[in-house]
């Protein structure tokens, strides 16, 4: 250890002061406090003198115009504690061998598991690389770096803390946005649903009472105004219709809504009971290959297959509806597609068909309120995926959706 403590020195001599730029960040869950100016950095090793060499090689450290604040612990109990009392740490530097052979590694294991610490970055130093192999370390213990103390000289230590404090940064800049981001999100989602809300009661008193009207409207009288009577019922279904969906829009895709392993074919299965009606009343036939389990939302991703299924069915005229289901592996993600024989889409309609409240009717038939393929865009975009679709006009169409593979 003298040796290393003589190379280290040696190497300092031949080194000048390094000033480096960043950006001023703190961690997320302390937004409400004053920020702090240093970067703060836990040694954690048995041995003096690594701390004191530690402390000499970095003493004029400097990035983003915040200097380092260095917290020393000299075993894995003492280091655990430290680090429950300074949650803004951005680097911890680890022995492996202290109290134990795997000490260091069990303090790694706290943080992040026991802890939930992912932002501090953990630079295992040490001086028995065989007591812990670096490819094993790395991976299970999710640890941000690997060095033998040997090959810490200054240069090599201040490009380390460089790297870590840049990563660190980033991270914790990426968590406040995304908090911000969500609150924003959700700020949005109250006010569409307090919207929909206010909005649903009035109508729904409307519709009820155009349901009472319409039990007589064959006595109404002069003769035309029954006739703009059924088509005012027509008009105020249409618009509850429209208003539920847009209300079901508002619904999906939530930051808050927990994903699992979402087995596809009892989603399919549970489908097709929801849609028997349906199948029934068209004769439709459901072709479908064996599905995967993907992590995903389960009701959203139950949404997005009615959706399209149920579109394959109401589009389909003269005959009776056949309806094909398949999946595939591409690149990272499986890819589904949804095809059928119905009346197909004129590529014109291809790029707006997703928007809310599209409308097609190049087949001549009434379009919808056109928010079911909103919907279904919406959901395979919160899941981290693309939709998109393959149709002519008179040959069907065939919808295409990706969703990530579970990691």
Wanted: hydrophobic fraction near 40%; aromatic fraction near 8%; include cysteine.
């Amino acid at each position: 250890m003298i040796d290393l403590h003589n190379k280290v020195l040696r190497n300092m001599a031949d080194n000048d002061q390094l000033n480096l730029a960043g950006e001023h960040t703190a961690l997320l869950n302390q937004s409400a406090v004053a920020e702090n100016n240093t970067w703060k950095i836990l040694i954690v090793d048995d041995e003096e003198e690594i701390h004191v060499v530690t402390r000499l090689a970095l003493h004029d450290f400097n990035f983003g115009g915040r200097h380092l604040e260095f917290v020393s612990a000299y075993s894995g109990q003492q280091a655990r504690k430290l680090i429950q009392e300074n949650p803004d740490t951005a680097i911890i530097l680890l022995d492996v061998v202290m109290e134990a052979d795997d000490a260091g590694l069990e303090v790694a294991r706290y943080i992040r598991q026991e802890l939930g610490n992912h932002f501090v970055r953990i630079i295992l130093r040490t001086g028995q690389p065989g007591m812990a192999p670096e490819r094993r370390v790395l991976k299970v213990y999710d640890i941000n770096d690997y060095r033998a103390k040997t090959e810490l000289t200054q240069d090599r230590l201040f490009s380390v803390i460089y790297t870590a404090l840049s990563s660190y940064r980033d991270l914790i800049a990426l968590a406040r946005s995304r908090h911000q981001l969500i609150g924003l999100v959700n700020e949005i989602e109250q006010l569409s649903h307090l919207a929909a809300r206010d909005l649903q009661m009035p109508l729904n008193d409307v519709v009820s009472a155009v349901r009472r009207i319409g039990g007589s409207v064959q006595e109404m009288s002069p003769p035309g105004l029954a006739e703009d009577f059924l088509e005012v019922r027509e008009n105020v279904y249409a618009m509850q219709s429209a208003l539920n969906k847009l209300v079901a829009l508002t619904s999906v895709g939530r930051f808050n809504e927990s994903r699992e392993l979402v087995d596809c074919n009892s989603i399919i299965n549970d489908v097709l009971v929801n849609l028997d009606r349906e199948f029934q009343s068209s004769h439709a036939n459901l072709h479908c290959e064996t599905l995967p389990t993907v992590f995903a939302c389960r009701r959203q991703l139950m949404q997005l297959f009615k959706n399209l299924i149920s579109n394959a069915i109401r589009f389909t005229e003269g005959r009776e509806p056949e309806i094909y289901i398949n999946a595939m592996t591409h690149e990272r993600n499986w890819l589904f597609s949804v095809s059928d024989t119905g009346v197909g889409i004129s590529p014109e309609n291809h790029s707006g068909l997703f928007n809310l409240f599209h409308r097609d009717q190049s087949n001549g038939t009434a379009g919808d309120s056109g928010v079911g393929l909103a919907i279904c865009e919406k959901i395979v975009r919160w899941h981290g995926g693309k939709i998109w679709l393959e149709s002519e006009l008179g040959k069907g169409s065939t919808f295409y959706f990706t969703i990530p593979l579970a990691e």
